[in-house]
């Protein structure tokens, strides 16, 4: 909650800056989902509005458990560090291993406001997987110059697919971090693209 209450703040500027920059509030806005203290604050400053929220998740390797980190969509009610949300569990109902590009999307978890906000409907989570994420990294790096952390690759790869579907429109995405950290991993990994 501390966290949360803390990030509030970008989203209400984010809010009032969006607003003060084109008049109008965005027709949607995009942030990526783990435990999702970051995304939670981010979407206090649009929950009285009427906005699309999605949170995204990571998808990682695919569906099955053990290869990805979506606790929102494949989770089912559990106790996990003290709280009750929905959770990745194994067959003896304990915290599943997960996985994510991401090292910091990959818990089995997601806070219990999210559980809320899934379960009321009023935010849409929704998964988005390791190679998009890659390709979200790289591009918003090559045409905007902004190298984004692998956790905000899921929402920008998201964010892309989603303003392609609604064909027009706005689309604000929260990049909760910055890509300096997962640089060396990306180009060990994927190269330069």
Avoid: W
């Avoid at 501390?2 to 009032?16: C, K, L, N, Y």
């Avoid at 939670?40 to 400053?45: I, K, V």
């Avoid at 806070?111 to 390791?130: C, K, N, S």
């Avoid at 690759?153 to 392609?164: D, I, N, P, S, T």
Wanted: hydrophobic share 40%.
């Amino acid at each position: 909650m501390m966290v949360r209450d803390f990030q509030s703040v970008v989203g209400i500027e984010a809010r009032e800056q969006f607003v003060d920059m084109t008049g109008h509030l965005p027709d949607a806005v995009v942030a990526c989902v783990g435990g999702g203290s970051n995304s939670a604050g981010f979407f206090a400053g649009f929950l009285n509005d009427p906005v699309d929220i999605y949170g995204v998740e990571p998808l990682g390797r695919g569906p099955k458990l053990g290869d990805h980190a979506a606790s929102l969509q494949y989770g089912s009610e559990g106790i996990m560090h003290g709280f009750k949300s929905l959770m990745l569990k194994d067959e003896n109902g304990d915290p599943a291993p997960v996985y994510s590009v991401s090292s910091g999307l990959d818990y089995p978890s997601s806070g219990p406001e999210h559980a809320f906000l899934h379960d009321l409907g009023r935010v849409t989570y929704d998964v988005i997987d390791d190679n998009d994420s890659i390709d979200a990294f790289f591009e918003l790096s090559r045409m905007e110059g902004i190298i984004p952390a692998l956790e905000s690759a899921h929402a920008v790869a998201y964010g892309m697919k989603l303003a392609k579907k609604m064909g027009k429109g706005s689309v604000l995405i929260n990049l909760s971090g910055r890509g300096d950290k997962d640089m060396d991993y990306v180009i060990e990994k994927y190269g330069i693209r």
